[in-house]
């Protein structure tokens, strides 16, 4: 989803391929020759191939700096920036991977469900965090204006749907939600993928 909506921020020309998780694509033979994690997504650009979604937003706004989505070495911002997409990635994603994936983790059901509690509650707290940080400036992460940082993050934000607290019950968050979803290119991604906030759309 981040990828997608920046590439129409940027405004570039793509063709986008879809990879149904659900019926085992991602782990088809052509498919993990260009990415052998057999993860979504991963960028075909020329002779280049990139996996990892937040290496594929810093690659598309380096390559596109007038549409100021991220700051660029020697920015203030630029420490903050590079913060929060390496926390969200590694840290806030690697829970919510455990809470929608603990089959990945662990073979015993019962186990499984504890790992989701423990994850749920950790999410918890990281999302606190990430509200009061935004209470205390915003209302984007880094400031006054949107970034990469603001469209993954609210990618992630949607992960939390089926949780007993989701992203939408902390109020900065739920305002930051709502700004990077009134978006125009969140919204032409939404329709693109055949998704709503709430899972995907009928059929
Ligand atoms: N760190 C990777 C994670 C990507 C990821 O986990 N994608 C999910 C879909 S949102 C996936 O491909 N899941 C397939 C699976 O786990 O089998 C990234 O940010 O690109």
Redesign the pocket.
């Known amino acids: ?1 981040a990828p997608h909506v920046v590439l129409r921020e940027i405004g570039c020309r793509f063709e986008l391929v879809r990879v149904d ?1 659900s019926r085992g694509e ?2 088809a033979p052509a498919y993990l020759a260009l990415n052998p ?5 991963t960028l075909v650009h020329g002779r280049k191939v990139i ?4 290496a ?1 937003l810093m690659y598309l706004c380096e390559a596109h700096p007038e549409a100021r989505l991220m700051p660029l070495p020697g920015d203030a911002d630029r420490g903050p920036f590079l913060q929060w997409l390496f926390w969200l ?1 590694n840290t806030l ?1 690697e829970d919510l ?1 455990h809470w929608w ?1 603990a089959d ?1 983790y662990l073979d015993i059901e019962a186990a499984r469900h504890d790992m989701k509690i423990v994850a749920e509650r950790r999410l918890g707290r990281m999302f606190s965090q990430l509200d009061s940080s935004l209470g205390q400036g915003g209302p984007y992460m880094i400031g006054p204006h949107v970034s990469a940082i603001d469209i993954f993050l609210v990618m992630l934000c949607r992960w939390t749907r089926a949780m007993a607290q989701p992203a939408t019950t902390y109020p900065n968050l739920n305002r930051l939600i709502g700004l990077v979803t009134a978006r125009p290119a969140w919204a032409a991604m939404m329709l693109a993928e055949g998704i709503d906030w709430n899972g995907p759309l009928a059929s």
Do not use: D, G, L, W
Request: glycine share 0%.
């Open positions: 989803m998780i991602n782990r994690n057999a993860r979504v997504p996996y990892e979604s937040a594929i990635t994603q991977q994936h990945n």
